[in-house]
């Protein structure tokens, strides 16, 4: 994987490198990682603009993700963070985060993410332009229920990962 940092900071969109961060954590006492989570009937009804006519993600990819990240989890300079939260308080899972990653300074509030962000050229296209935060994508998996059937039924049940990540009650 390539690494990309920025004053200290790790970025990185591929949930694979999970699997890579438990050694960097036990070696870096400066290495922090956020994780991102989102409910992974959302995940597998998501479409990108590369291929709109195709799902993006299969079931699979997040079921293997979730192990590595449950091997990492309890560690002090790991922080999970659900998409759902973010996209619903913003600002305060930016508190959240600032709480535990003292060293970050706030220059602009999260929900005004869109005022101030200078995304690339690549990263404008494939997000379809820069635009205030939004909870329009929270639960789309009711639209595509025939998906997330098919998906369970090839990749096997989630309802331990849905309790256990808050997304279903039991």
């Excluded at 699997?19 to 400066?30: C, I, P």
């Excluded at 993600?57 to 939260?85: C, G, M, N, Q």
Aim: proline residues 6%; aromatic residues 10%.
């Amino acid at each position: 994987a390539q690494l990309k940092w920025t004053h200290g900071v790790y970025l990185t969109k591929r949930p694979t490198e999970l699997g890579f961060v438990r050694q960097r954590l036990a070696s870096d006492r400066r290495f922090w990682v956020m994780c991102m989570v989102r409910d992974p009937r959302d995940i597998i009804v998501s479409r990108h603009d590369k291929e709109p006519d195709k799902f993006w993600a299969p079931l699979h990819f997040w079921k293997t993700e979730i192990a590595d990240l449950r091997r990492v989890a309890s560690h002090p300079r790991f922080l999970t963070i659900r998409y759902e939260d973010l996209v619903m308080q913003p600002d305060a899972v930016q508190d959240r985060i600032q709480a535990r990653l003292p060293f970050l300074r706030k220059t602009a509030k999260f929900s005004e993410f869109h005022n101030f962000a200078e995304p690339s050229a690549k990263s404008v296209k494939a997000l379809r332009g820069v635009r205030p935060i939004s909870t329009s994508s929270i639960g789309n998996w009711k639209n595509h229920l025939p998906r997330v059937a098919g998906q369970i039924a090839l990749h096997g049940a989630i309802t331990d990962e849905l309790i256990e990540f808050g997304y279903e009650p039991d």
